[in-house]
């Protein structure tokens, strides 16, 4: 069965101070993997699809890259308003159109 | 203008009884989703429906059922609701070919007391 976990599951980053975010999975074979944002009480909102290893994608203060087995989610100097949930999904070629998801990381940038 | 609606936000209800949730999408998308996000924040498929037919079913208990009316609604109907059943329910739309892009409505809390 399809696994993907995320790491750290909280982030606590004061303003400026750059870090990264983990997502591993184990499919048995990738179609695409997706990174999402999450605000509170709302829903997810797209940000980033990586289709093979070596391939990055860059978004404001945000990137994201993809290895064989994980993806990182980079965030840039971030400011208060990136403090979102971060979710990490991954989609199985064999398995249509279903995304499997994280459990997300809580990231908090206090000002 | 709202891209994907879901009505009601919060929904409080006693163990056994019956109630539904609407979604409705204005993107002209050809697919849509059910998905519940427990107390973990871990957000699980239930449901997809391409044009009104039904093509993704995970393993949820039969007192679930979604009914399409067409490709612009996917409604959810839970019977007799238990005490697991409090969670939030997303509704999801995307186009059949870009489902890596799925638009994502605000989510309905419902607590059952």
């Known amino acids: 069965e399809d696994q993907v976990t995320q790491s750290p599951e909280a982030l606590r980053l004061q303003e400026g101070e750059s870090s990264s975010l983990n997502c591993s999975y184990t499919v048995s074979g990738l179609r695409g993997l997706f990174w999402y944002r999450q605000d509170p009480g709302k829903g997810p909102e797209f940000l980033f699809t990586l289709y093979s290893a070596g391939e990055e994608k860059e978004k404001e203060r945000l990137k994201a890259t993809l290895t064989k087995k994980e993806s990182f989610l980079h965030i840039t100097a971030p400011k208060p308003e990136d403090s979102a949930t971060y979710l990490c999904a991954v989609q199985e070629t064999a398995a249509g159109n279903k995304l499997t998801f994280g459990g997300g990381t809580r990231v908090l940038v206090k000002p | ?113």
Not at chain 2, 20 to 47: A, V
Request: charged share 20%; with cysteine; proline share 4%.
């Open chain 2, 1 to 113: 203008d709202t891209a994907v609606s879901q009505t009601p936000k919060y929904l409080v209800t006693q163990m056994g009884n019956d109630k539904s949730i609407k979604c409705e999408q204005n993107l002209g998308h050809d697919t849509m989703y059910w998905y519940k996000q427990d107390s973990k924040k871990f957000l699980k498929i239930m449901f997809s429906y391409n044009n009104k037919e039904l093509i993704i079913n995970e393993t949820v208990p039969n007192r679930f059922s979604p009914k399409s009316p067409d490709k612009a609604h996917l409604n959810l109907h839970i019977n007799s609701l238990e005490l697991g059943d409090s969670a939030v329910y997303f509704c999801a739309s995307s186009l059949l070919r870009r489902t890596d892009t799925q638009y994502f409505g605000p989510g309905t809390r419902l607590t059952v007391l």
